[in-house]
Each structure stands twice: as structure tokens, then as C-alpha cells.
């Protein structure tokens, strides 16, 4: 069955996706554009809701409120904290932005990266539809899958934050005059 663009402009849901993704997409790029920091976690809040909404669009509630709880709930107060606490300068700086030589390559990469993360998903789930509400994962299916086949990979995710946040204490708590 194929659906014309008039088609998917024709159904109340698809209004509903682009009233989440405009808004998350321009405040996804706005995070990685901005040159006040605080401004750009602020947009990451934004972009984060957007994914949570789009989660519940999906029928996955409880990816959803995970979203809300334990990334903007902790990990974005994580992020002012670790502003406050390194004087990361508020104002916008243009020296903050790295030359043309790495941000070209840079640029490439990620479209690279988009290209073969999209070619993947279409060669994994082809034109297959996701069901409907009364077909959505359960949560108890959803931690089976998590914590049987998944186990290692999440602790290992758990010792990968755990240093991140080791090193941020340890950049924290250094004098400037130690900074060489």
C-alpha cells in the first residue's frame, strides 16, 4: 500500500508528529549552535520534552516519563551545576567555536553517521508499520528485553557515566592557577 504526501498530510497524527518535531528539531540545532552555554542547555531541555512527546506518540509511556525524569530531571540540573561550579563563562564568546578545518570534517562525519544510521533502520525495518496503541509495548516486556539481553551493555553505559562524572568533579575542583 502506498500513501500519497496528500495522504499523510490528511491524518490528524502527522499533524501532530510535525507540531513535536519542528519545534524539537530547531531546538536540537539550537543546542549545538548556541554560543551561550546556558541558553543551549535551556534549548536542551527543549529537545528532550520534544523526544519524550514523540515517545508518547509511540505508544511507549514509560520511555517517555524515563526521558522527563532522568534527563531533564537529573541529568540537565547535572549540566547548570557543572556551569556554576566551573565558572563557565555566561556572555556569548566567539572565540568558544572551533576553526573551519574541524568543523568541516566534523560536519561530514555526522551526515555520514545520519546516512548509515538511516540506511540501517530502512534495511532493519523496511516499510513496516509500527502498530497501533493497542499493540504497544508493555513495560514489563520492555525491562525482560533490558535486563536479559541487555544487561551488560546498560552497566557498562552506568561505569561510562559514573567516569564522566568523576572527571567533571576532578575539572570542578581544580584551582585555576593549577590549569596549565
Same mark, same amino acid.
Given at each position: 500500500?502506498?500513501?500519497?504526501?496528500a495522504d499523510w498530510f490528511g491524518t490528524a497524527e502527522n499533524w501532530v508528529f510535525l507540531l513535536i518535531v519542528l519545534p524539537?528539531?530547531?531546538?536540537?540545532?539550537?543546542?549545538?549552535?548556541?554560543?551561550?552555554?546556558?541558553?543551549?542547555?535551556?534549548?536542551?531541555?527543549?529537545?528532550?520534552?520534544?523526544?519524550?512527546?514523540?515517545?508518547?506518540?509511540?505508544?511507549?509511556?514509560?520511555?517517555?516519563?524515563?526521558?522527563?525524569?532522568?534527563?531533564?530531571?537529573?541529568?540537565? #540540573?547535572?549540566?547548570?551545576?557543572?556551569?556554576?561550579?566551573?565558572?563557565?563563562?555566561?556572555?556569548?564568546?566567539?572565540?568558544?567555536?572551533?576553526?573551519?578545518?574541524?568543523?568541516?570534517?566534523?560536519?561530514?562525519?555526522?551526515?555520514?553517521?545520519f546516512l548509515f544510521v538511516g540506511w540501517a533502520m530502512l534495511d532493519a525495518f523496511g516499510a513496516e508499520v509500527i502498530p497501533?496503541?493497542?499493540?504497544?509495548?508493555?513495560?514489563?516486556?520492555?525491562?525482560?528485553?533490558?535486563?536479559?539481553?541487555?544487561?551488560?551493555?546498560?552497566?557498562?553505559?552506568?561505569?561510562?557515566?559514573?567516569?564522566?562524572?568523576?572527571?567533571? #568533579?576532578?575539572?570542578?575542583?581544580?584551582?585555576?592557577?593549577?590549569?596549565?
Amino acid at each position: 500500500m502506498t500513501t500519497t504526501l496528500a495522504d499523510w498530510f490528511g491524518t490528524a497524527e502527522n499533524w501532530v508528529f510535525l507540531l513535536i518535531v519542528l519545534p524539537t528539531l530547531l531546538a536540537a540545532w539550537k543546542v549545538v549552535s548556541s554560543q551561550n552555554i546556558v541558553r543551549a542547555v535551556l534549548y536542551l531541555v527543549v529537545a528532550l520534552g520534544g523526544t519524550a512527546a514523540l515517545f508518547i506518540l509511540l505508544g511507549a509511556e514509560f520511555v517517555a516519563w524515563t526521558v522527563v525524569l532522568v534527563y531533564i530531571g537529573a541529568v540537565i #540540573i547535572l549540566f547548570l551545576i557543572g556551569i556554576m561550579i566551573t565558572r563557565a563563562p555566561l556572555r556569548a564568546e566567539a572565540d568558544l567555536s572551533h576553526p573551519a578545518r574541524v568543523r568541516i570534517p566534523a560536519a561530514l562525519l555526522s551526515w555520514i553517521m545520519f546516512l548509515f544510521v538511516g540506511w540501517a533502520m530502512l534495511d532493519a525495518f523496511g516499510a513496516e508499520v509500527i502498530p497501533t496503541g493497542e499493540q504497544a509495548t508493555r513495560t514489563a516486556d520492555l525491562a525482560t528485553v533490558l535486563f536479559d539481553r541487555w544487561a551488560i551493555p546498560f552497566e557498562v553505559v552506568s561505569l561510562v557515566l559514573l567516569a564522566a562524572l568523576i572527571g567533571g #568533579i576532578a575539572i570542578a575542583r581544580r584551582d585555576p592557577e593549577d590549569v596549565s
